[in-house]
């Protein structure tokens, strides 16, 4: 018995005496109840549907005092609160715990268990007298609209219990939860920038383009461009038949009174630049971006098509 009881993630044997019931007392297998508390990464939220985590292998049996297995009540605790949630300060992410049964005596087994006082009765039955013939997994859930609607990126926890109960008697055991969330960015309104001599202004060619930084968060973010005709090397403008301008590209933030130059490898300068929490900005653009060269640069002789593709990438700070 001792070597089926190792291989089980939680498994008790709650033993009940013979009537009178008040006169009971309560034995569980106290090897499994001084195993450290169980820590369950549900692991990272970067924009999917939802996270979860399922674990296999529990299961809670009670017996009478013939050894017989009765019904007992399945129930799991959060620590903090009535309703289960995963938190971080003041930001709370509501999780749902949904036992299946794995073996014989619980094989129909599927509910979903919410809040404290949400409980499963697991019935006993004479024809199966094995903890694992009552087993069940448990599966974590988070969802991803309540992370969007709700959630900030960092490490969110929540503290539980999951509990067999019997004639007011109970067996515990206590485990943790752990999801980490990540912040999601996306550009969009992104297009192409056409100049002409036409451009110039005050010794310069120049040409702007307005798009949106979007973020679930919001918050501050960075931002940097190569291009992916030549990475790593400086930009310019090639005709590709060895005429060459170089240019500089500059951003701008909506809230920013003055064009910032992108440093040397092509990166923002740190806090100039915040995301909108609204998807595609709500349709205003919230950052723009200039191409230019001074007019020196420009080559009298060589005329013709010149042209770069930029990648632009952002990410948090």
């Known amino acids: 018995m001792s070597i089926v009881l190792k291989q089980c993630f939680l498994c008790?044997?709650?033993?009940?005496?013979?009537?009178?019931?008040?006169?009971?007392t309560l034995e569980t297998n106290f090897e499994m109840n001084n195993m450290p508390p169980l820590f369950f990464r549900l692991g990272t939220?970067?924009?999917?549907?939802?996270?979860?985590?399922?674990?296999?292998?529990?299961?809670?049996?009670?017996?009478?005092?013939?050894s017989a297995p009765v019904h007992y009540d399945l129930s799991v605790m959060d620590m903090h609160g009535e309703n289960f949630a995963l938190r971080t300060g003041s930001s709370v992410l509501p999780v749902t715990f949904t036992i299946k049964g794995t073996g014989?005596?619980?094989?129909?087994?599927?509910?979903?268990l919410k809040r404290n006082s949400d409980s499963i009765e697991?019935?006993?039955?004479?024809?199966f007298t094995r903890c694992a013939d009552y087993g069940f997994s448990i599966t974590m859930r988070v969802q991803g609209s309540d992370i969007v609607d709700s959630?900030?990126?960092?490490?969110?926890?929540?503290?539980?219990?999951?509990?067999?109960?019997?004639?007011?008697?109970?067996?515990?055991?206590?485990?943790?939860?752990?999801?980490?969330?990540?912040?999601?960015?996306?550009?969009?309104?992104?297009?192409?920038?056409?100049?002409t001599k036409n451009n110039i202004s005050g010794g310069w060619l120049q040409g702007d383009m307005d798009f949106c930084v979007y973020a679930v968060f919001g918050g501050n973010y960075k931002m940097s461009v190569d291009s992916q005709l030549r990475p790593g090397r400086r930009f310019?403008?090639?005709?590709?038949?060895?005429?060459?301008?170089?240019?500089?590209?500059?951003i701008?933030?909506?809230d920013l009174s003055k064009w910032t130059p992108l440093l040397q490898r092509g990166e923002?300068?740190?806090?100039?630049?915040?995301?909108?929490?609204k998807r595609n900005c709500g349709g205003s653009p919230n950052v723009r971006i200039r191409i230019d060269t001074p007019e020196s640069k420009i080559p009298s002789a060589l005329t013709g098509l010149y042209r770069d593709v930029q990648v632009v990438t952002v990410g948090p700070e």
């Open 268 to 277: 923002s300068e740190p806090g100039t630049l915040v995301a909108s929490n």
């Open 236 to 250: 310019e403008l090639q005709n590709g038949v060895g005429g060459a301008i170089p240019y500089r590209v500059n």
């Open 104 to 112: 014989a005596a619980t094989s129909s087994l599927d509910e979903a």
């Open 45 to 66: 939220w970067s924009g999917q549907s939802g996270v979860e985590k399922s674990h296999d292998g529990a299961c809670i049996i009670a017996r009478d005092a013939s």
């Open 151 to 195: 959630g900030s990126a960092g490490y969110y926890n929540g503290e539980f219990q999951l509990k067999g109960v019997v004639n007011g008697k109970q067996t515990s055991s206590k485990f943790y939860v752990q999801l980490k969330i990540i912040n999601q960015f996306q550009v969009t309104q992104v297009k192409d920038i056409a100049m």
């Open 12 to 24: 008790f044997f709650l033993i009940l005496p013979a009537l009178p019931v008040w006169a009971a």
């Open 252 to 254: 701008r933030y909506s």
């Open 122 to 127: 697991i019935q006993g039955n004479p024809q």
